[in-house]
């Protein structure tokens, strides 16, 4: 797959430090050991030094020794981040005695590492739950600048070369924000841009802004908002190559496009698809990938200073590996 491997190769070229807090999850810790023999990222495993390499000698795996581990019990940083997350969330009523509670947390531990430098991204869910992978990275290293929102893309690949950059499109959200008014949604299209380019390596993303109705074909306030939100993406962002509201068609057809929305830079070009809500968003990736027989990779989670992305329970060693990969991409981006 062409779109993964030059991923990849992006990740191996300017080596990023990801966190994988999850040490002792099996498929975790394999992943980890192919990522550090394959040279695609520095790995921090979060854990007791000698259950970590007692599960990997167990699993054959001989190159866990190339990873930093560090074990949130013992380590001399253990209380320079307590006091790091108690000042960060004193004034939402934590105490100082919380802190110590929860930077034993390796979730926690891992966010407070990116947060002081010490790394550059994050990946957890293969035991954990979204909301448990994303409420401490929300509350150490929060949203990034201007953004107040997460979202999540997806990087679809498809088998019809002739749509979005050789049949490879990104969208969003898809997975985090089931209701966005006008503000987050001009958020989530300025995410999935940036996702598009540092992840998927669009040199020029164009977003289309998605609706049932193109350039006023329909009248209600759903439309409404994607207008609005298309505005206020502009604000954020004055170089996004950005239109809506757009049918899906006129997204993506350049005969379409130019019949519904003569003049758009967007319509029938479009390799970035913004949908008006997640229920939509979540509908229409799964049917192209199930119908379609194409490709979804994500959700990539965006929005967030520092990467942090949530992994399925279900993931697999390859999905793993394969995240790894793309959060190192995003935080090249972060840099």
Known sequence: MALIDSIIARAKSNRQRIVLPESLE???ITAADRALA?????????????EIKALAAKLGLEHIDKATIIDPATSEKTEEYAQLLFQLRQKKGMTIEKA??????PLYFGCLIIKSGDADGQISGALSTTGETLRPALQIIKCAPGISCVSGAMLMITQTPQYGEDGVLVIGDVAVTPCPDA???AQIAVCTA?????VAGFADPKVAMLSFSTKGSAKHEVVDKVIEA???AKELDPGLSIDGELQADAAL???????KAPGSEIA???NVLVFPNLEVGNIAYKLVQRLGNADAIGPILQGIARPVNDLSRGCSVDDIYKMVAITACQAMDAE
């Open 38 to 50: 394959d040279g695609l990222a520095d790995i921090i495993l979060i854990g007791n030094p000698i």
């Open 26 to 28: 099996e498929r975790t």
């Open 194 to 198: 940036r996702t598009a380019r540092s």
């Open 183 to 185: 503000q987050q949604l």
């Open 268 to 270: 029938g070009k479009a």
């Open 230 to 232: 298309t505005a206020l």
């Open 253 to 259: 057809v350049p005969s379409v496009g130019s019949k």
């Open 100 to 105: 110590r509670e929860l930077v034993l947390d």
